[in-house]
């Protein structure tokens, strides 16, 4: 009846995996993209930005290794060189990415797709017919309409400036932003982080978010709170003047990461009756839309909008839909990080969450001076944080700031995912000397 038995509209993550599995399943698979290769993550997200931070970082090991006997007394920096050498790896990543799909047996349709009925959709003039239609079309920057906005920049921009700019202001509190203030402040430019509220990274537990917040400060990022952009324009120098409700802030690059919003315009999807909530899909536990042919998942549904997220999706969508249905998708205790300098992770509860949800609770903290930079010179300091339920003494979240924190709060997903005990921590022997061990050596609550 149909030309596909599963058609995927969008090469993301989500979609990539959903296709290269339900083709291995011995079903016809088609994959429909109309950019690049591997979304949002490979191009303009999670690869270019951690390439980026890299960079970064390599400043602060070149300045660090002095204490330690080195001397780069002529070092400079090329943003030329990192732009090429980013582009030219996300290239291969996009090509393996094609042929990943096309060893799998998936058709690779180029193009953009737009519903013709809850079975059909059209590309390039023609149209496909599949039994089920998965939606992973991912996000896209939210930029606010006002006078002027054309004069900022996002941060798929960012990724591709001709030149690297002396000043940045960047505009927005969330992670996108926080990281993208230090990219830039580590490779040399001056940086304004402007937001509406009084908060960075407000959905993340605030003892560590104060304490990530006073280290960047204390790296020169210039944080100003309370601030409605009304705004922008360019002066005679060609820099963006961002016009507030209390000031007038210029730069060279004037970069909005104020959020993201579900990719969903001009798919046709109102004209197939599938529901939408403030931009994003409306699916039930199957990933399924209240059209039954038509799916969604991945940033698109805007439960979760990280990558390994959508990876998990599309193996649950796999197993609810092509398998035996035993799987649910948990969105409890999803580790993250933010990729800023000094780095920031956390999985579980931050100690406002445990609060609100009515958990007794003891805390356990420290922070230190990473030995690293007892002879480097840096004043960069290191936090840890452990969140303990006072009846069960099971570990509900875990915290930290510092090198490798990203690295380190992955091992401790799964000790928080498997409903570890900080007795359990206090038996297990450190690694020492290093950071980590401290999650493991803490026996004073504060």
């Known amino acids: 009846m149909y030309d596909y ?17 339900s083709a291995g399943l011995g079903l016809k698979v088609a994959i429909v993209e109309d950019n690049m290769m591997g979304g949002t993550c490979v191009n303009v997200g999670c690869v270019p930005k951690k390439l980026f931070t890299y960079a970064g970082d390599f400043a602060h090991s070149l300045q660090d290794a002095k204490g330690y006997g080195w001397n780069y007394e002529n070092r400079s920096f090329d943003w030329k060189i990192l732009r090429y050498n980013k582009d030219k790896e996300i290239k291969r990543l996009n090509g393996i990415y094609e042929n990943m799909l096309k060893n799998a047996g998936v058709d690779v349709i180029n193009g953009y797709a737009t519903f013709v009925d809850k079975n059909t959709v059209c590309i390039n003039d023609k149209n496909y017919t599949a039994e089920r239609i998965l939606i992973t079309v991912g996000s896209t920057s939210s930029l606010p309409n006002i006078t002027g906005i054309e004069h900022a920049k996002t941060s798929f921009d960012a ?29 040399g430019a001056k940086i304004k982080l402007l937001l509406r509220g009084n908060r960075i990274l407000k959905e993340f537990d605030d003892e560590t978010v104060d304490f990530v917040c ?28 961002c ?66 997220v959508a990876l998990s999706e599309a193996m649950v969508f796999l197993n609810r839909v092509y398998g035996d249905k035993t799987k649910k998708m948990d969105y409890t205790n999803i580790p993250t990080a933010i990729f800023c ?8 509860l931050s100690q406002e969450q445990a609060t609100e949800q009515g958990y007794k609770f003891d ?9 690293k930079n007892t002879i480097s010179g840096s004043n960069c300091r290191s936090f840890v944080k452990l969140i303990v339920d006072k009846n069960t003494q099971k570990v509900l979240g875990v915290h930290m700031i510092g090198d490798d ?15 570890l005990k900080k007795s359990d921590f206090d038996n297990t022997i450190g690694i020492h000397p290093t950071s980590a061990e401290e999650f493991v050596t803490m026996r004073t609550t504060s």
């Open 5 to 21: 038995d599963l058609l995927v509209i969008g090469a993301g993550s989500g979609g990539v995996r959903a296709s290269r599995m």
């Open 159 to 187: 990724f591709y400036l001709d030149d690297f700019p002396n000043e940045v202001i960047i505009v927005g509190g969330g992670y996108i932003a926080v990281e993208f203030a230090s990219i830039f402040n580590n490779l």
């Open 214 to 241: 006073n280290q960047m400060q204390e790296l020169g990022i210039e944080i100003i709170y309370n601030t409605n952009i009304k705004k922008l324009s360019k002066d005679n120098n060609n820099k963006t003047i």
């Open 243 to 308: 016009h507030t409700n209390n000031n007038d802030f210029s730069a060279e690059l004037v970069m909005y990461a104020t959020g993201r919003k579900p990719y969903t315009d001009n798919l046709g999807l109102q004209e197939v009756g599938v529901k939408i909530k403030d931009g994003a899909i409306i699916v039930n536990n199957d990933f399924q839309t209240n059209v039954p042919s038509i799916y969604a998942l991945g940033d698109v549904i805007n439960r979760m909008q990280l990558t390994p």
């Open 341 to 348: 300098y000094p780095n920031m992770a956390t999985v579980g």
């Open 363 to 371: 805390i356990y903290k420290t922070d230190f001076k990473p030995m």
């Open 405 to 419: 924190a990203s690295e380190i709060i992955q091992g401790m997903a799964i000790a928080v995912k498997a409903g």
